[in-house]
């Protein structure tokens, strides 16, 4: 039944091997039993059908637009990935020109030089902006080149292809980046300003610890005093929000529950809400326990409610809706956020149905003092310290807004499986007499520690000042066995503080050390085991706290 016809088998070499051959068979002497067979090794034939197949597939289905056009630059393929890119069907594209994805981002002349160069038989690469089919713009790495005759003359082209890159998943990653890195550098700059003027307060309040002292029978002069001071603590309150803004501040993180916190925070807040705006709440009675600082979760709440009360402002029917549940991250959301960890968290939203955020402004709304408010409303401050804050707690936050519709914060902390509340310390308010031991005292600010040496004078100690680590350590060897503390500055100039503590105990293993600093114990740390024995005071010092433990260091 295959006489006179073609057909396709395999044949067996008398090597051994098995390859591809065309069969024909005829009859020869008009039907006397006699066969012709014809055999061609069609090898090449398939291995050439297989390496087509192959490559007709790898452009199906890559992940790269590919269209090919003619001499004119008429479109007459299109490959699936175009379609996902662009939006164009391969019916709506085949016999246009690629100018249906024009944005109008590039110029006449972009566009000259290039049919410049692929028209003169060259290559042609570069970044562009293109169209899609529903009007959004996207960024994409396009390469274009001739397609040669079957000769390779290459003089003489006969079609163009086109092979694009669409990078906007890069780009918004770049921009994440660089936003993180000015972020860092925003933060190194503030942690710096707010150090240095940690010494300034420093120096402040110790004058006015000494001068309270000295005019306890003047009470107006003391009310006077009293109010500089509160507004000392004010002001020093706002640099540990820049500090914790920068990650560098003195943050009492502790175990919290977090439920009954934010229902006591709510009613406080609610008070600063008009009545004509619709509050909701809708607070879960888990047990929800975190490490965090309850300062620093109040302020982020409160710019919240203050936010989203401004943004509601001119609506007809204001509303602002706040919710707390526990929240377990899926493989989907870890995808979508890849620097999260896994694991139960506690997840606050603020929704409002104001005047919402426009996309290009969502970018640069944890930026300090950027704001979306009109001139006098804001300082841009308030999401940079939400930002910093959350970054404290390990936590982090997004923003979900349609412009005319409203806005939602997310914010998500991670979650304790159990925890126990420790008690807060109670506040020091009377100072501890010193009976004459000899006290080192090592800071490189010539007032701050001009003031703190006459302070611990007013206590009842001696003082041995030095103005860097070097000369301290001059000043321990000369005099190690009368010392019976070192007070030392982290940051100095030659050795700073955590150096020279180190000394010291090679020398003498049990002398007590306090640090003072403008930033906060992982900064003294430094990733370091705390050193026995020793305790860190953030400048500006508060006297009382700090006389009494001296006082009980020493005993």
Not at 421 to 437: C, F, N, V, W, Y
Request: proline letters at 4%.
């Amino acid at each position: 039944n295959i006489i006179g016809q073609r057909v396709e088998t395999e044949a067996l070499h008398q090597d051994g091997h098995i390859f591809p051959i065309e069969l024909s068979l005829s009859e020869l002497n008009h039907g006397q039993g006699k066969l012709m067979a014809v055999i061609r090794d069609i090898s090449e034939q398939k291995q050439a059908e297989e390496t087509s197949r192959k490559l007709s597939s790898a452009i199906e289905q890559a992940g790269e637009s590919i269209l090919i056009t003619d001499r004119e630059g008429v479109i007459e393929y299109v490959n699936p990935a175009f379609t996902r890119i662009t939006g164009y069907s391969p019916e709506e594209a085949i016999g246009q020109t690629p100018r249906i994805l024009n944005s109008g981002n590039q110029d006449v002349a972009f566009y000259e030089a290039m049919w410049g160069t692929i028209t003169s038989s060259k290559v042609w690469h570069g970044k562009v902006v293109d169209r899609r089919k529903d009007g959004s713009f996207y960024p994409a790495m396009l390469t274009i080149s001739p397609i040669f005759n079957e000769s390779g003359d290459t003089t003489h082209y006969t079609h163009f292809i086109g092979i694009q890159s669409d990078l906007s998943a890069l780009e918004d990653m770049e921009q994440r980046f660089y936003q993180a890195q000015k972020m860092n550098a925003i933060g190194t700059m503030v942690g710096g300003i707010a150090h240095n003027f940690n010494n300034v307060l420093a120096g402040m309040t110790g004058n006015l610890y000494l001068a309270k002292e000295q005019v306890g029978e003047h009470p107006d002069v003391m009310k006077r005093l009293a109010n500089v001071e509160e507004l000392s603590g004010h002001a020093a309150e706002m640099i540990q929000h820049l500090l914790v803004f920068a990650r560098k501040g003195v943050v009492s993180i502790k175990e919290m529950p977090l439920v009954p916190f934010i229902k006591e925070t709510l009613k406080l807040l609610h008070a600063s809400v008009p009545e004509n705006i619709a509050f909701y709440q809708d607070i879960c009675n888990e047990d929800l326990q975190i490490k965090g600082d309850a300062t620093l979760l109040h302020q982020v709440l409160a710019n919240f409610v203050n936010n989203a009360r401004d943004a509601v402002e001119n609506v007809v029917e204001p509303s602002i809706n706040i919710r707390l549940a526990s929240f377990q991250t899926d493989e989907a959301f870890i995808e979508n956020h890849p620097d999260v960890k896994a694991g139960a968290y506690a997840h606050l939203s603020v929704e409002d149905n104001g005047i919402g955020i426009p996309q290009k402004q969502l970018e640069h709304l944890f930026e300090p003092f950027f704001t979306t408010k009109e001139q006098g409303k804001g300082t841009g401050l308030g999401l940079a310290m939400v930002y910093g804050a959350l970054k404290t707690h390990h936590g982090f936050v997004e923003v979900d807004s349609i412009k005319g519709k409203g806005s939602t914060f997310h914010v998500y902390i991670p979650l304790l499986k159990k925890a126990a509340l420790a008690a807060e310390p109670a506040q020091a308010t009377d100072a501890s007499l010193g009976r004459g031991e000899l006290i080192l005292l090592a800071d490189d600010e010539l007032v701050v520690r001009e003031v703190m040496a006459e302070i611990l004078e007013s206590m009842g100690y001696r003082v041995l000042q030095s103005n860097d680590g070097l000369e301290a350590m001059e000043l321990f060897t000369a005099h190690q066995q009368d010392i019976a503390l070192a007070l030392v500055d982290v940051v100095m100039p030659h050795c700073g503080g955590m150096a020279l503590a180190k000394q010291i105990r090679a020398v003498n293993p049990d002398v007590p050390v306090i640090f003072l600093t403008g930033y906060d114990k992982e900064y003294v740390l430094h990733g370091e085991a705390p050193m026995p024995n020793s305790e860190t005071f953030i400048k500006p010092v508060n006297f009382y706290r700090l006389s009494q433990r001296i006082r009980q260091m020493l005993d």
